[in-house]
């Protein structure tokens, strides 16, 4: 059966490939120019690993803000230091 008009894959069969060093910062990178519209009071992270962090935790299963901060809990900050 061919794919639909409005399919993705017919479009990403004609696109490009990407080559390492094109892709090589991922996901903090490509979130790197994000505007932090949060007021600036309390303990503070830096919004690109708040959002990698999500980002990571609903791709793995988890979406409630509860599970999503359990799920970033789990981790020791050795783990997650390649972000911070």
């Given at each position: 059966?061919?794919?639909?008009?409005?399919?993705?894959?017919?479009?990403?069969?004609?696109?490009?490939?990407?080559?390492?060093?094109?892709?090589?910062?991922?996901?903090?990178?490509?979130l790197?120019?994000?505007?932090?519209?949060?007021?600036?009071?309390?303990?503070?992270?830096?919004?690109?690993?708040?959002?990698?962090?999500?980002?990571?935790?609903?791709?793995?299963?988890?979406?409630?803000?509860?599970?999503?901060?359990?799920?970033?809990?789990?981790?020791?900050?050795?783990q997650?230091?390649?972000?911070?």
């Open positions: 059966m061919p794919a639909l008009p409005s399919s993705l894959i017919s479009s990403l069969a004609h696109a490009p490939a990407l080559t390492l060093p094109e892709t090589a910062g991922g996901l903090p990178e490509a790197a120019g994000l505007p932090d519209p949060r007021a600036r009071r309390g303990v503070r992270h830096r919004l690109t690993v708040v959002v990698t962090a999500a980002v990571c935790a609903v791709v793995a299963g988890y979406r409630s803000y509860t599970a999503i901060a359990e799920w970033v809990a789990m981790f020791r900050p050795r997650l230091s390649p972000w911070a």
